[in-house]
Structures are given as structure tokens and as C-alpha cells.
């Protein structure tokens, strides 16, 4: 369809090549159009648009219009309304379950409509009333879009489309009333306005309200290509409308094709992060594998104290034995409990990725659940040294620094081969907050040390590992503003220090 029209406009304005024509473009109600090229003599003489033109043609100001003036004001609208509903197209089938894709689409479809019909209405007349349903219909796609897509507001409500239509009776019912029919079409561009601020305000209010969904990458890129594709154009449009300003709108119809070109952007991007996180999933779940043999047995010596208290506290209670020797079985038992409490909270906190929220978190604390999950593998080979000087809280999320600390720990734990130390450092230097973990293992070479964070780069044996944990740390690092450093010598251990604002 919107190639089929794109013909039609092409066809039909091409006959005007070489003729005479009175150097500007004019609606059929006699008012002059917005597409002008800046040498026009009509429009050096005063006709500008919305001017009412209620003589005839001067012959002073009879121009012919050449094939510049075809390509300037014919194709260059065309073609930008073609690319915009092809991009249209590719965002739809790219994102099969983006909210509310349909009326996106029909959105493309609208204002591509609108580009591609714009020279015949203001030159050959054929298809005005396709043309008055696009631009009347386009403010109520776009609030039907933003009510669906980022926020997902299900409820349907009807009020956008009865203005459109009112616009739409108006628009076409006052077509023959020039002076009439310019208020209106004031009326339907402020309407516009409302719905392309409607817009950006829901989309503002979610990235305010998820600033880490993944989606809100998506919303932000959404965001630049309408500030970027409408804004120039919708200000020339009130300059126009309010100050009568002479603006050749056929100049600005390309930039309409930023808009999906950066949404499409910002839907890659999107999708990158997305598996970016199911990486980091796979990769948490791995090491959790990892450490599952230990804590079942860091899990059953617990159980054994609760199991070997339990007769004994029934003896004692049943036969109104020591209370003192009651207290000291509930003790043991309680700590049996608190023991394997600790390890499957640790053990849930890592197993599930849970929001990606950022808010106040104690890094100490996080630390202490890393180890939790942790020290069942040591095996008594591994001293740990803590030292906590830490006591401001950082802005971050929990898990996602959890896991952070948690895989270099990990590290820390597989390059120490017989016996050695886990140093854990934090304090505030300046404004950051410093994590610093350091081992007495084997260390890294120098040659190696530059491909660590590589994705996929791993120098354990195949099937130890599956060389993203340094990536996706330093990934996360990233997210939040910090970064990661690594000092190695091979043979005497190595240090990593995060560093994280405060």
C-alpha cells in the first residue's frame, strides 16, 4: 500500500516537470503550502504558507518547475516516508514481544502516509482524504503506543480516538472554508503537540521508575530518536503556526527517519543487555554448582547437632531433668539451625537473579554471604584475613555485586593449591568505596593478565569454566559506575580491587 501511494505521488507530480507554475505550491482551498524550495519567486514575493491566495497567478512570479524542484519537493518527502515505514517494519518483526508493536507499526504507517501524500496535497489533489485520515489519526496511535508501551497501562480508553475523528469531520468538512479551516488545522498540530508530550512523559515517568530494566534501555533510545526526529520539525511547525516563520518543512521530512532508526538501536542494545544477564545467570548457577558438594556437608553437620540434641532434650524435658543441661541442648540446636539458615538464605540470595534495583546496600554484609556459600570448599587450606573499615553503604544491587565478589573469591580459592591466604579489605578512600581481595595462589602471567575480561577466555581445563566470569564482573562494574583493577606476579598471588562511588 504505502509503495503503491508512493507511485501514485511520484507519477502524478512528475507531470509537472517543465511547466509553468506560479512559484509556490497551494492547497486545493487556495491556501499555500508548507514544501517550497528557498529561490521560488512566489515565495520571495510573500506567499508563504497559510497565506490565502485570492488572485490570480502574477505572470511576474511565473516559474518552471524544474527537476530540482521535483527532487526537493516531491521525492525527498517520498522517500523519507518510504524508509520510515520500512523501518517501521523491521522494529515490528525485530521485536515480537515488545507491548502494543501493532500500533507502533500503524504509527509508522500514519506518519509515513502523511510524508509520502504531503506533496499531493499541496500539488496534484488525488489523494487528500488518505492524507487528512493519516494526519488526524497520528495523535491518537501515538497515545494508544505510550499507553501500552513502556508503562502497559491495559485499560482501554476511547477519548483519543473520538478527538481524532472529530479533528478528522472537521478537517475534511471545513476543507472549503480557507480562514475556518486554518484554525483547525491550528487545533489538530496542538493536539499533536499534547500527544508527543503524553508520549515523552510516560516514557520520562519509567525511566525514573526502572532506571535498571532492561527494557529502559530500550525506552531511553526510544526517548533520543524522538527528541532528535521530531523535535526540529515540531518546533519549525509552531514557528510557522504561531509566528508565521517561512520554514521549508520538505527539508526536514529525513529527519523523521531518526526515530526508528535510534528506537531500532536502542531495541538491540536492549537485547544485548538481556543476554547479557542470562549469561550472568548461567554463570552464577555454574559456580553454585560448583560449591553445591560442599555445602551439603556443611549443611549436615548442623542437621547432626539439631538430630543428636533432639532425644536427649526430650529425655530431659520428659523426666524433669537439669534445666541447665535443657538450655545447653535448645543452644546447640539453635545454632545448628542458625548455621543452615545462613547458607540456604546465602543459597537462594545467589541461586535467583531477583529486580535489578539499586538502593543502600552493606558491602560487608554481601561479603559475609559470599563466604557462607564459600568456605565449605576451602577444605582447610584457605586462612581468610578480614578487614572491614567500611562503614558507609553503597548505592548498588545486591546481587549483582554479590556475584561480583562471590566469583573472584572463587578465583581466589581454585589458584591456592595446598595452603595459603584470602586477604578481604574494605575502606572509603576519597569518595569510593574499595574492595580489595587478594590471594597467596599461583597468580596470573603477564601475558595472560591482559585477556582476563575477555569474553570466553578461560585458562582453566575444558569443562572447568566457562571464561565469562571476569567479563560479566567487569560488565557489572561498569553498570554501576565503578570499575576493576588486577595486580598479579606469577608464583605470589594476585590482587583485585573494585572500586564503587559513594
Known sequence: MVAFFSWIVLNNASDQIGQKFPGYV??????????????????????????????????????IFSLGDYIGVVVLPVVSGLLFYILGLVLYYFSPLMQGRQWLLLLHLA???????????????????IFMLAFSMAPALAIQYARLFPMRQEKKVLWPWVISMLFLLMHAGLFRYPEKWLWVEKLLVGYIVFSYGYWILQQIIYIRKYPQDIQTIVVKYQLKGQLMAFIVPLLAVIAIFIYDV???????????????????????????????????????RALLGNVMTGLAHEINNPLHFIYAGVDPLRENIMHKGDPAASIELVDAIEEGAVRIKNILQALRFYAHPGDRSVKLENINEIIEQSLHLLRPLWNNKVTLVENFLLQDEVQCNKTEI???????????????????????????????AKIIIKDTGVGIDASVQKRIFDPFFTTKKPGSGTGLGLSIVQDIMARHNGNISVESEKGKGTTFILTLPL
Not at 503550502?33 to 497559510?50: A, E, L
Not at 509515513?112 to 496535497?121: E, K, N, T
Not at 520554514?247 to 535510534?262: H, Q, S, V
Open 111 to 129: 506518519i509515513a502516509l502523511y510524508l509520502i501524500l504531503s506533496p499531493d496535497f499541496q500539488m496534484t489533489y488525488r489523494l487528500q482524504p
Open 402 to 432: 554479590g556475584q561480583v565478589i562471590m566469583n573472584l573469591l572463587n578465583n581466589a580459592t581454585q589458584s591456592i593449591e595446598t595452603q595459603g591466604s584470602i586477604y578481604i579489605d574494605t575502606k572509603k578512600i576519597d569518595n569510593t
Open 246 to 284: 517561512a520554514i521549508p518543512l520538505n527539508f526536514l521530512a529525513p529527519l523523521t527517519i531518526l526515530f526508528p532508526l535510534f528506537f531500532f538501536v536502542g531495541v538491540l542494545l536492549g537485547k544485548i543487555q538481556s543476554d547479557k544477564m542470562q549469561f550472568a545467570q548461567i554463570e552464577r
Open 26 to 63: 497551494v492547497f486545493q482551498n487556495q491556501i499555500v503550502g508548507s514544501f517550497y524550495m528557498p529561490y521560488w519567486q512566489g515565495h520571495k514575493k510573500g506567499k508563504v504558507y497559510h497565506s490565502i491566495v485570492q488572485e490570480a497567478p502574477s505572470p511576474e512570479t511565473a516559474s
